[in-house]
């Protein structure tokens, strides 16, 4: 069977709960408003692709490659970025909804996430060294065994996480929510 290859191609308001998806491989597209929630992803290839006001809300993504593929004002709600293809992962985040994903184990050095929610998402043993966290709620996101080395926190808020358990040399955070490397001592901090 041969696989499709589409390239240079924008889609607009498709609702892929409505007609299928058709699987292979998109270079050089843009997605916008359309709907993917809970759609099949498995061994699909995005490369340099983009998404705006998208839906992919508990969409599979078995073995499916994001190659520098950016996502700005998306739904992406439960997704399980670990399932992914690693090889060439590249991905960008900004004004989106992560609330509970994961990406669990991956490489995902100098990532930007802009102005997103990332509240119980799942970062544990994730490299993300000199990934920038700008204006993003990391309430409930979970670090341990995180390489954050030169990663940048300074605008974000809500984060919880144990320097004796993560990699956070030069890492970069501001005051107040500094105060969320120092939650598990349970120590009250006064101004």
Not at 44 to 65: I, W, Y
Not at 68 to 77: A, P
């Amino acid at each position: 069977m041969r696989e499709t290859y589409i390239e240079n191609q924008v889609f607009e308001k498709i609702d892929y709960s409505e007609i299928v998806f058709e699987k292979g491989e998109y270079e050089d597209c843009r997605f916008v408003n359309c709907k993917f929630a809970g759609i099949n992803f498995t061994n699909v290839n995005f490369v340099e692709c983009e998404f705006e006001n998208c839906d992919l809300s508990m969409a599979k993504l078995n073995d499916t490659a994001l190659k520098e593929v950016k996502f700005r004002n998306c739904k992406l709600l439960g997704l399980n970025f670990n399932d992914c293809n690693p090889f060439l992962l590249s991905l960008y985040f900004e004004s989106s909804n992560l609330n509970l994903a994961s990406f669990y184990r991956l490489k995902m050095k100098a990532t930007q996430f802009r102005k997103c929610s990332l509240q119980e998402v799942d970062f544990i043993e994730t490299d993300l060294s000199a990934a920038v966290f700008d204006d993003c709620d990391l309430n409930g996101a979970m670090f341990e065994d995180t390489i954050l080395e030169k990663a940048d926190f300074r605008t974000s808020y809500a984060y919880s996480i144990d320097p004796e358990i993560n990699k956070i040399k030069n890492a970069k955070f501001s005051m107040p929510d500094v105060i969320g490397l120092l939650g598990k001592y349970g120590i009250k901090i006064t101004q």
